[in-house]
């Protein structure tokens, strides 16, 4: 045996040995390049054929060229094994449980305040009123003026407002309130003036919405907040309209047996005003510190339409009557559920809101 013959006996063998080693794709493709690489060994040798004597050159030649061929051949071969390996590994870590129960979808839910707004409508609409919407942002005419509440009357002090900057003075470090009285509504009753102005007699419309004031924010008070307003307005309606109306009102949202009384309250846009309490729903009158020990709590502030505001919103007082009142949806759903901080309903924390899937 030559020495030539040798050499490819020994390269076919170890050839074989090291692919049935190699356990990836990487490592035979490593393999290929050392053997049938440009300057592999098989190359190599291949190239020096022709130093071979002649007469042995056509039977080397045939070894040489059946040796690349099988070791060609093995190459494949371990790549198809190793690629069909991986999808057998794949199929069996892939695989599909089709009888597994599926996964449950989450339906999200309203907010809590939400809700309780959603009942107060499906009340209001049982008793013919109308949902009537007015803008976020006011005028001062319309959040004061019209409602008969002058620049510099001292009530403007229950209502902490929130002004919008005059365009350009905070830049200038000189932010100032806008000339154009634009400020954000701290109450929903300048939306009484918008449905007068907007609605023929008889009128009977709530407006619910956001309201903002410039408060120090505590476990009562948040610097947002909702209000639903209710208005009447016709010929023909009283004091006695009114409290029949929040008594029903009443029941429906808390229960025929819920305990109501009226207080003289003071509004500069109704007269007379009253406040308007329902018997504490955390103790039953008992008194408690939710009911600061009264056993009442107050839901909203009412009255009769003051003659000024009827005038602004274009009705003749001598002609006609109207009964505001102003209620707020975060408070009673606090009472509703017991919750104990107003900042929770607008801490986006799903810990909180999930607890109240019932607003479906
Ligand atoms: N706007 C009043 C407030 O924010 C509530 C109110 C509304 C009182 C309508 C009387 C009539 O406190």
Not at 23 to 39: F, K
Not at 96 to 103: F, G
Not at 109 to 125: A, E, G, I, S, Y
Request: charged share 25%; hydrophobic share 40%.
């Amino acid at each position: 045996m030559t020495q030539m013959e040798a050499e490819l006996g020994a390269l076919r063998a170890a050839a074989a040995e090291r692919l049935s080693a190699a356990d990836g794709v990487d490592a035979v493709e490593a393999i290929r390049h050392d053997l049938l690489g440009r300057s592999g060994r098989l190359t190599a040798l291949m190239k020096n054929l022709g130093l071979a004597p002649a007469g042995e050159r056509p039977a080397l030649g045939r070894l040489a060229n059946e040796v690349r061929t099988e070791v060609q051949g093995a190459i494949d071969g371990r790549l198809a094994e190793l690629r069909a390996g991986d999808l057998d590994e794949r199929l069996a870590a892939e695989e599909l449980d089709m009888s597994a129960p599926a996964r449950s979808i989450r339906v999200g839910h309203l907010h809590p305040v939400q809700t309780l707004m959603r009942d107060l409508r499906q009340v209001f609409h049982a008793f013919g009123f109308e949902v009537f919407e007015g803008p976020e942002i006011e005028t001062d005419a319309y959040n004061f003026e019209l409602l008969n509440i002058p620049p510099d009357h001292p009530s403007r002090d229950l209502w902490d407002t929130l002004y919008v900057a005059e365009p350009g003075s905070i830049e200038a470090g000189d932010s100032r309130p806008a000339a154009d009285g634009t400020i954000l509504r701290t109450h929903t009753s300048p939306v009484q003036l918008r449905a007068m102005q907007a609605l023929d007699a008889p009128i009977r419309v709530i407006t619910p919405g956001r309201c903002f004031r410039y408060e120090a924010v505590d476990a009562s008070h948040a610097f947002e907040f909702f209000q639903v307003e209710g208005l009447v307005v016709d010929r023909d309606t009283s004091l006695a309209d009114l409290k029949g109306m929040l008594e029903e009102i009443a029941r429906a949202l808390y229960g025929r047996d819920v305990r109501t009384r009226f207080r003289p309250g003071y509004y500069p846009f109704t007269e007379p005003s009253v406040a308007f309490d329902i018997g504490c729903l955390v103790c039953g009158g008992d008194g408690c510190p939710a009911c600061k020990r009264t056993g009442w709590m107050t839901i909203l502030g009412a009255g009769m339409v003051h003659p000024v505001v009827l005038r602004n919103g274009g009705f003749d007082p001598d002609e006609f009557q109207g009964y505001a009142f102003g209620m707020g949806p975060d408070r009673m759903t606090m009472l509703r559920h017991g919750v104990s901080d107003i900042r929770l309903f607008f801490s986006a924390d799903v810990r909180f809101g999930s607890q109240f899937a019932e607003g479906r």
